[in-house]
């Protein structure tokens, strides 16, 4: 049997982070959680995602700068990074940082599966 495809999830609200976990793990991941940008190379490094959720909003290193960090490390720049914010210009945010897509936040548990769906086929 293949090795679960690895979600990684950064975000400041626990609520965000358990609902995300439950969908996914429901739908076959394997999920890690982190309230904090900050090492993120280290952090990614560590546990080495098949995609990556960022939020805008994170204490510290914001969003924008961790993706940017993220695609600028060639070891990890591969990794499909998903911005997702409540903020209405999340698609130019998400333009802005580098990121592969965006969910905007709240999202149908749908469109969660199929964002991550469509960046891990």
Same mark, same amino acid.
């Given at each position: ?12 609200? $626990? ?12 739908? +076959?991941?394997?999920?890690? $959680?982190? *309230? $904090? *940008? #900050?090492?993120?190379? *280290?952090? =990614?490094?560590?546990?080495? %995602?098949? !995609? !990556? ?5 994170? %204490?510290?290193?914001?969003? !924008?700068?961790? $993706? ?6 060639? =070891?990890?720049?591969?990794? %499909?990074? !998903?911005?997702?914010?409540? #903020? ?12 592969? +897509?965006?969910? *905007?936040? %709240? ?8 964002? =991550? #769906?469509?960046?891990? =086929?």
């Amino acid at each position: 049997m293949a090795p679960l495809k690895k979600v990684f999830i950064f975000d400041d609200n $626990t609520d965000i982070l358990e609902l995300c976990t439950i969908i996914l793990e429901d739908a +076959g991941y394997e999920i890690k $959680t982190s *309230s $904090t *940008s #900050n090492d993120i190379i *280290s952090q =990614v490094n560590a546990y080495t %995602p098949d !995609i !990556i959720f960022m939020d805008n909003w994170l %204490p510290d290193v914001g969003g !924008i700068d961790a $993706t940017k960090a993220l695609k600028g490390d060639d =070891v990890l720049k591969h990794i %499909p990074v !998903i911005y997702f914010s409540a #903020n209405n210009d999340v698609a130019s945010l998400a333009e802005q940082a580098g990121a592969d +897509g965006y969910l *905007s936040k %709240p999202f149908d548990i749908a469109d969660l599966e199929d964002i =991550v #769906n469509k960046h891990l =086929v």
